[in-house]
């Protein structure tokens, strides 16, 4: 693997995820012509450089499935339900306080006494009537002020939001330090302005190349491919899943929605020493996050023994192609 021609700061120390990192350096110049970068692994340790690491919020998308549709059910029966507190659905189970006043569960935690009536929120007195009547009247999703129309029953209402697609993004970066969260359309300007270091290339076939695949710990190495008008993040990160076993998993996620995704395939390809390794599958949405993905090995994954076959003086290309596909 040759290293690129870039005029910045190059081959960039990956930084452990373990113990808090002095300081990394980053590459700041994107490298050039030939389609080869070092990437500069991010760990979240590494609090000197905002460039570092993120949060994945990925709870993993489940069913999804039962959502209802836009009721015409009067918004006043719904807001019977508004906790006085966080303004957010008092849901089953239904507790209310001496004189019947409800709050939702998770205000009531924290309280001493009742927010209406400071009475005594104990013990606890369960209104069966209100939770017959909550599961009867179709509730609106978490983020309907950010478009969602959906209204659900309670019961499917975490498990939709937890995948709507009106849910704020969270920061793509692997990891866990940046608590980033916005519209589809600012990730890539959060990303070029908070995580600077972040190399792209562009092009539908290039070279990732991870420097210091050795480095003990976990370890992200992350950069951004470009093409077909869309941004591209590829992640390899280095994990012990189970004890004692390191893993290198290596995926692509596009910037963009889950149904935006359906219409690429990626393939990343370790190539060397009489030995090819392939993996093709479509790219994750940054709405899905790489955690889930990961934790279901729903990518690329190879140990430290195959990493060996593949680097070359401790370094791994991986070659990345993404393409189209028609339905
Ligand atoms: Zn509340
Ligand atoms: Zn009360
Ligand atoms: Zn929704
Ligand atoms: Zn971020």
């Given at each position: 693997?040759?290293?690129?021609?870039?005029?910045?700061?190059?081959?960039?120390?990956?930084?452990?995820?373990?113990?808090?990192?002095?300081?990394?350096?980053?590459?700041?110049?994107?490298?050039?012509?030939?389609?080869?970068?070092?990437?500069?692994?991010?760990?979240?340790?590494?609090?000197?450089?905002?460039?570092?690491?993120?949060?994945?919020?990925?709870?993993?998308?489940?069913?999804?499935?039962?959502?209802?549709?836009?009721?015409?059910?009067?918004?006043?029966?719904?807001?019977?339900?508004?906790?006085?507190?966080?303004?957010?659905?008092?849901?089953?189970?239904?507790?209310q306080c001496?004189a019947g006043h409800l709050v939702?569960?998770?205000?009531?935690?924290?309280?001493?006494?009742c927010?209406t009536c400071?009475?005594?929120?104990?013990?606890?007195?369960?209104?069966?009537?209100?939770?017959?009547?909550?599961?009867?009247?179709?509730?609106?999703?978490?983020?309907?002020?950010?478009?969602?129309?959906?209204?659900?029953?309670?019961?499917?209402?975490?498990?939709?939001?937890?995948?709507?697609?009106?849910?704020?993004?969270?920061?793509?970066?692997?990891?866990?330090?940046?608590?980033?969260?916005?519209?589809?359309?600012?990730?890539?300007?959060?990303?070029?302005?908070?995580?600077?270091?972040?190399?792209?290339?562009?092009?539908?076939?290039?070279?990732?190349?991870?420097?210091?695949?050795?480095?003990?710990?976990?370890?992200?190495?992350?950069?951004?491919?470009?093409?077909?008008?869309?941004?591209?993040?590829?992640?390899?990160?280095?994990?012990?899943?189970?004890?004692?076993?390191?893993?290198?998993?290596?995926?692509?996620?596009?910037?963009?929605?889950?149904?935006?995704?359906?219409?690429?395939?990626?393939?990343?390809?370790?190539?060397?020493?009489?030995?090819?390794?392939?993996?093709?599958?479509?790219?994750?949405?940054?709405?899905?996050?790489?955690?889930?993905?990961?934790?279901?090995?729903?990518?690329?994954?190879?140990?430290?023994?195959?990493?060996?076959?593949?680097?070359?003086?401790?370094?791994?290309?991986?070659?990345?192609?993404?393409?189209?596909?028609?339905?």
């Amino acid at each position: 693997m040759s290293r690129p021609s870039s005029t910045g700061p190059s081959a960039n120390k990956p930084c452990s995820k373990q113990p808090p990192p002095p300081q990394t350096q980053h590459a700041q110049s994107p490298a050039v012509p030939p389609a080869a970068a070092t990437i500069s692994a991010s760990g979240p340790g590494s609090s000197a450089v905002p460039a570092a690491a993120a949060v994945i919020s990925g709870p993993g998308g489940g069913g999804g499935g039962g959502a209802g549709n836009v009721s015409r059910q009067p918004h006043e029966l719904t807001s019977l339900f508004e906790c006085p507190v966080c303004f957010d659905y008092v849901l089953p189970p239904i507790l209310q306080c001496q004189a019947g006043h409800l709050v939702c569960n998770q205000c009531r935690q924290k309280l001493s006494c009742c927010p209406t009536c400071r009475g005594a929120l104990t013990p606890s007195i369960r209104n069966l009537a209100m939770e017959k009547v909550a599961s009867a009247v179709l509730f609106p999703c978490k983020y309907a002020t950010t478009g969602c129309s959906l209204t659900l029953h309670h019961t499917e209402k975490p498990e939709h939001e937890d995948i709507c697609e009106y849910r704020p993004y969270s920061c793509p970066c692997p990891g866990a330090s940046c608590k980033w969260q916005g519209s589809l359309e600012a990730v890539m300007s959060h990303l070029m302005h908070a995580h600077k270091s972040i190399t792209t290339l562009q092009g539908e076939d290039i070279v990732f190349l991870a420097t210091d695949i050795n480095l003990p710990g976990a370890v992200d190495w992350v950069m951004m491919q470009s093409c077909f008008g869309h941004h591209f993040m590829l992640v390899l990160e280095k994990q012990e899943k189970y004890e004692g076993h390191q893993q290198f998993f290596a995926i692509v996620l596009l910037i963009g929605t889950r149904k935006q995704a359906e219409n690429f395939a990626y393939r990343l390809e370790l190539n060397g020493n009489r030995r090819r390794l392939t993996w093709e599958a479509t790219p994750r949405s940054i709405h899905d996050g790489v955690a889930a993905a990961i934790m279901n090995s729903d990518c690329l994954v190879f140990d430290t023994a195959i990493a060996h076959l593949f680097a070359d003086n401790g370094n791994l290309g991986i070659n990345v192609t993404i393409s189209t596909c028609c339905p």
